[in-house]
């Protein structure tokens, strides 16, 4: 996927209206998404790309006036060590993680109140072993969100997935 495919995905108008917002990315990879994101916050905002790898961003140039900062850590094992987060985007990563609900109450303890979760996911619940091993649909991810206090999952864009199993899906999570 191109830079320019993943911000029409994840696109809302949410996302510009605040200054200096900070967000992270848990499990950013290559920083598509971070970067995807870092084109729709207003100037003065911060993305931190975070993985349980080395993260390296494929040459990718932040907006001007977007600062993106990247740390090694295991968003589902250790302790972030952000707060008051405006928000917290995860791109393909909720499918490897087991215990969603647990997860989810520790992250919503570093957003700051109001803060919002960014989901793109694969539109299914049938795992493809090692790749997607937790698959959350997004009827599945209503119902995750709900049951940990949520008002609202909306969907903000679909595309068919490469792989041809299932259509991508971003969603906006908020309070």
Known sequence: MELSEAIQLIRSDHFSLQNNAEWADLGCGNGLFTFAL???????STVY?????????DSLVPPEGIRILSMQLDFVADAL???DLDGILMANSLHYVRDKPALIGKLTGV???????LVVEYDTDVPVPRWVPYPV?????????ENAGYAS???LGERPSVFGRANLYAALVAP
């Open 153 to 155: 999952v909306g969907k």
């Open 81 to 83: 060590p952000m707060r």
């Open 49 to 57: 790309g975070v993985d349980k790898n080395p993260v390296k961003f």
């Open 111 to 117: 957003l700051k109140p109001g803060g919002r979760f």
């Open 38 to 44: 870092a084109h729709l916050l207003a100037n003065g």
């Open 137 to 145: 649909s997004f009827q599945s991810l209503k119902r995750l969100f």
